[in-house]
Each structure stands twice: as C-alpha cells, then as structure tokens.
C-alpha cells in the first residue's frame, strides 16, 4: 500500500460509561500494544476504510481508578498507531447550573494548574531527556479549533443547534471533590469537571495529535444543587450518558477528517 492509499487513523478513549468491549452496533477487538510504559490493550473498531482505535480507559470489564490509568503507555501507544485525530471523552460533574445534563458538549479550554500525572510527576511524554523532547507552545489550543467546528457540524444537523462548549477542570481522583473544592473550581472557571480527560489531551499534544474532547454531566457537582448520591442514581446516570455518547463517538471514528496539528513543539538548537 503506498503513503497516499494509507487508511486514516482515528482513535477515541472513552471513560466510564463504557465498560466492555461493544460501541454501538460493532464489536471492539482488542490488541496489545508494546510502549516503554508497560504493554496495554488498544481495541480495533471495524469501519470501513479506516484504521480505527478505541481505548477503554478504565478497562473491559472496568478495573482501572483513575489514578492506575496507564496514561503515558495510552498516548505512546496512539503514536505507534499513527493516530491522526484524537477524541477523548469523559462522563463529567457539572459545576455551572445553567449547563445541562446527559447532553453532549465539547470542551473549549482545561484548568489543569499543577500538570501533574497521578503518581505526581510531570504530565509531560518527556520525563527524560531525550533527543524530540520540547516544550509544548499552545498556539491554536489543546481542544483543535478544526475538529471542534467538524463535530459543531455534525450536531446542527442532529439537533439544529450547535453543541455547547464547556471549560473542564481536571480534579485527580480516586475520590470525589469536596462542596468547597466544586465552588473553589467554579469561581476558577470551570464549568464541568472529573478525575481523568486532562492528562490525556496534555500528553496527546505533546506528540502532536490534534485532540478534541466530548463530554457528558451525570450529575450536579454543585453545593446549591443536590443529586442523588447512591449507587443505582449513578449507574443510572453512566448508562443515560453512554447513550448520549455513542452517536457522536461513531461520527467521529466514520466522518472526521484529520487537520493539521494547532499547536508546536518548541526544540532547542543542539
């Protein structure tokens, strides 16, 4: 196959409402996939004319906390694939009350002040040094402007509106927030938040995939809102936000077209 026949390679992660081997009608087959970070388990999507890649981020069956995520041996493993276009998703507490629940929005910007993997490392690909390692310059973003407007397209014609877009805080887990932690986020700025999505999008740059994001609230992480707390309310929740996901997830995997990376890796002279 010569370069121009190659297939396009597009990839999605997908979070907790998402728990096997299944994304809508297809189902998923999963590889192992060798990186310096450990082997992990990358699933084959079969879409015609397409290399596609999901990647369960919790595990099928799900197994993984947030911080046991293997993030850096993921976006490794993204690179050897030759993924052209990333979206990554997350089931999310909403911290605006005028944002709605089990709606898809996309993600225009991150607080993520500490940039720290959970182990509490740098949340960078490049923890040595080495020979490609520079600093990220966002230049057009870490949410591609590109692929966002591609996917605000594909939801006008859906709903006859675009998607809203949303600003995400990346809150590390394994627990839940704190009220004063939800209030300390939203005067931030935040809008939604969760335990995982930041590192992702960080580390996807930093290998030059342009990433968008698409996320669904599951409930109110707001002191002056009060969601039900217990385990069925959650599941619940999970399984409204994996059916608002798998439409949108499918159109990107079947229709986006790659874009040109926004962003650069600064480099310096040797």
Request: net charge negative.
């Amino acid at each position: 196959m010569s370069y121009k026949e190659k297939k396009m390679s597009i990839a999605v992660i997908l979070g907790s409402a998402f728990s096997n081997a299944q994304l809508g009608p297809y189902a998923l087959t999963a590889q192992q996939v060798s990186t310096p970070w450990g082997d992990v388990e990358i699933h084959s999507c079969p879409i015609p004319n397409r290399d596609c890649h999901v990647i369960i981020r919790h595990g099928a069956p799900h197994r993984y906390l947030p911080n046991q995520i293997p993030y850096r041996a993921h976006t490794y493993a993204l690179r050897k694939l030759g993924c052209q276009a990333l979206l990554v998703t997350s089931s999310v507490g909403v911290l605006d009350l005028a944002v709605p629940l089990d709606r898809p929005m996309l993600v225009s910007d991150l607080l993520m002040p500490e940039n720290r993997l959970p182990d509490g490392s740098a949340c960078s690909m490049f923890p040595e040094p080495e020979a490609q390692h520079g600093h990220l310059v966002l230049e057009g973003g870490l949410f591609d402007g590109q692929l966002n407007a591609q996917m605000h397209r594909y939801f006008q014609s859906q709903w006859d509106e675009t998607a809203q877009e949303v600003v995400f805080a990346y809150a590390g887990g394994p627990r839940t927030k704190t009220p004063a932690e939800n209030v300390f986020w939203r005067k931030m700025g935040a809008q939604v938040n969760s335990m995982t999505l930041g590192p992702e999008v960080v580390l996807a740059n930093e290998y030059e995939i342009p990433t968008a994001a698409l996320v669904v609230g599951h409930k109110y992480s707001n002191p002056d809102a009060k969601d039900p707390l217990d385990q069925d309310s959650i599941t619940a929740s999970l399984e409204r936000g994996h059916k608002a996901f798998v439409d949108a997830v499918l159109h990107f995997l079947t229709h986006i077209q790659p874009v040109p990376f926004g962003n650069r890796i600064y480099r310096f002279e040797r």
